[in-house]
């Protein structure tokens, strides 16, 4: 398998091409249970909300209609038309701000900040996820909660398949090709779209953290208090783990 690119995240047509596998409509659905559970999850009822790597509003909308205030931010031009879509559908008020996620910090602004469904690690260099970090709780108020979500190193190790593959919505046929690489620090993903004839092939990169490597990486951006879960319910951080569930506290 070749090597993705550094700056993969950066393609379009990755996330337009895959669209109807990352975001079925089930993942809206899903979505206004899940920001029930985060708001029970991390206290905060109310407020200012920073949803970074938003993609297309799944979790920004369920959560002005409960009274939050939300700032959206994704890089993904095409993504951002899907959630500005929704949330007119909807009609409701979201402030989307299209850049990079390693630009935006706005100082003591937010009571409550998510990083949904892997949108962390995206980068070589790995402060410049660390940086990531540091812009979230730079972003934070004093007291404020950052949810943090993504498939833990413990997990993709018990459920570990090389090839695995799934039909897509509306026909065709995703495959996707793993790979660890550097010592089981970072995974090299290729998904191949075949839709008829047509094979369309991306490569992707990342990395993965054990639950005791994102604390120290959450610890190093400032955060006091770190507490680990299983899945958004609250599950212990265990063997029957379904997610790695970070609830980190700005002091």
């Keep these: 398998m070749n090597r993705a690119s550094g700056d993969w995240y950066a393609d379009e047509a990755l996330w337009i091409e895959t669209y109807p596998f990352m975001f079925p409509e089930s993942s809206f659905e899903a979505a206004i249970e899940q920001v029930d559970q985060i708001i029970e999850l991390s206290g905060c009822q109310q407020g200012s909300l920073l949803d970074l790597c938003c993609g297309p509003g799944r979790f920004a909308v369920p959560f002005v209609k409960r009274g939050f205030a939300v700032t959206g931010v994704d890089l993904t031009p095409f993504l951002l038309e899907k959630a500005k879509a929704y949330a007119a559908t909807e009609g409701v008020d979201i402030e989307f701000v299209q850049t990079d996620m390693r630009q935006f910090e706005r100082s003591d602004a937010f009571e409550l900040a998510i990083s949904m469904l892997t949108s962390f690690g995206y980068f070589d260099d790995e402060e410049e996820n660390l940086h990531v970090l540091k812009n979230i709780y730079a972003s934070l108020k004093p007291g404020g909660v950052f949810v ?76 006091s208090t770190i507490e680990l879960y299983g899945d958004l319910a609250g599950k212990p951080y265990g063997p029957d783990a379904v997610r790695m569930i970070a609830v980190a506290r700005k002091a």
């Design 148 to 223: 943090f979500d993504t498939n833990g190193k413990e997990i993709i190790a018990k459920i570990y398949e090389e090839t695995y593959s799934q039909e897509l919505p509306g026909g065709g046929l995703i495959v996707q090709r793993r790979g660890v690489i550097n010592d089981w620090s970072q995974m090299e993903n290729e998904w191949m779209l075949i839709k008829g004839e047509q094979i369309t092939s991306f490569r992707l990169r990342h990395w993965i953290y054990s639950g005791r490597e994102i604390k120290e990486l959450l610890a190093a951006a400032g955060f």
